[in-house]
């Protein structure tokens, strides 16, 4: 019986690791085209502490409903460490760097640098990263230089140092909220997002003035409230439960498959054009997917065949 009982505790876990997997890898793909049409007429820094507030809040109901306590000092401290990379600096550099006329496919390309950080990070850590997991992150960023031929290459200088900056600040984030001592995952979510929201509104309100917003176009507001629903409340739950419950390299994964669905927006939305770049990176993401999910089997396969090839 116990047997059993394991067999369908890890069953229902792959599900939901599946179902976290597609979340991201989707509604992320479709944020960088939000990103870049909310911050056409609303200030970045607003934009991005008005919403992780208004997410903060929304966690925080749900978390005292489920019955979680309040962090304590230590888990704030550490929370704000957390939502200081991921949220304040690492969301607020991208913004800034799309309002410099970054595209979305080039923001999406520069993101896939992130997993490489995390994994490095993991690495010096003491994590074990196995060598298909490594093969398999440069076949994702490979293919993902491939996918951004199909769209706009044009950057700034400064507007490229924002935006390798983002993923390496988001890498960071990501490996504290490993390591560090957090509360239960939904509260976790709003104080992290309380913390990174409120370090944006302070350094908003010295940049950007209020009545900004009375100017914002309806289109805009749309995508913000699109970026909170799904780009946070959604997408990026998703991705912190990844985070505590996969490895660095999976939980990771989503920045390969995130520029081939933002190119795919871009077409559907944008009017962009496909070229033949695109069959020859979809194989390659493909690939980095595979010996990121599989290759530990595969090399374990591999072990036995040999020991039996040699034991014949």
């Given at each position: ?117 995390l994994a490095l990070w993991s690495r ?70 309380f913390a990174g929201g409120a370090m ?113």
């Open positions: 019986m116990p047997a059993i009982f394991n067999a369908q505790a890890q069953s229902q876990r792959s599900w939901a690791v599946a179902l976290a997997l597609l979340l991201v890898y989707i509604v992320w793909g479709t944020t960088y085209f939000a990103i870049g049409i909310a911050v056409q007429t609303m200030p970045p820094l607003l934009m991005n502490a008005i919403r992780f507030l208004c997410a903060g809040g929304v966690m925080l109901l749900i978390a005292l409903w489920q019955g979680h306590a309040l962090p304590t000092a230590r888990q704030w401290r550490n929370s704000a460490v957390v939502g200081g990379c991921m949220v304040f600096l690492a969301m607020n550099l991208m913004g800034f760097a799309q309002k410099l006329g970054i595209g979305s496919g080039l923001m999406a390309t520069v993101v896939t640098t992130m997993p490489m950080w010096w850590g003491g994590e074990r990263v196995p060598v298909t997991s490594w093969i398999g992150l440069a076949l994702g960023v490979v293919g993902a230089l491939l996918l951004a031929l199909e769209g706009d290459f044009s950057a700034t200088w400064l507007g490229a140092l924002l935006a390798f900056g983002a993923p390496l600040c988001w890498s960071v984030g990501s490996y504290a909220s490993r390591k560090l001592s957090l509360p239960a995952p939904a509260m976790a979510s709003a104080a992290q997002w944006g509104l302070v350094v908003a309100l010295w940049f950007e003035p209020l009545s900004a917003l009375g100017e914002v176009s309806a289109k805009s507001w749309a995508a913000w409230v699109y970026l909170l629903v799904f780009g946070t409340l959604v997408a990026l739950n998703a991705y912190l439960w990844l985070l505590q419950n996969t490895s660095a390299a999976l939980a990771g994964s989503y920045s390969f498959v995130n520029p081939a669905v933002a190119l795919l927006v871009g077409v559907a939305l944008g009017g962009e054009l496909l070229t033949g770049w695109v069959f020859a990176a979809l194989p390659l993401i493909g690939a980095a997917l595979a010996f990121i999910l599989y290759g530990q089997a595969l090399q374990q396969w591999l072990v036995r065949a040999q020991y039996r090839w040699r034991s014949a």
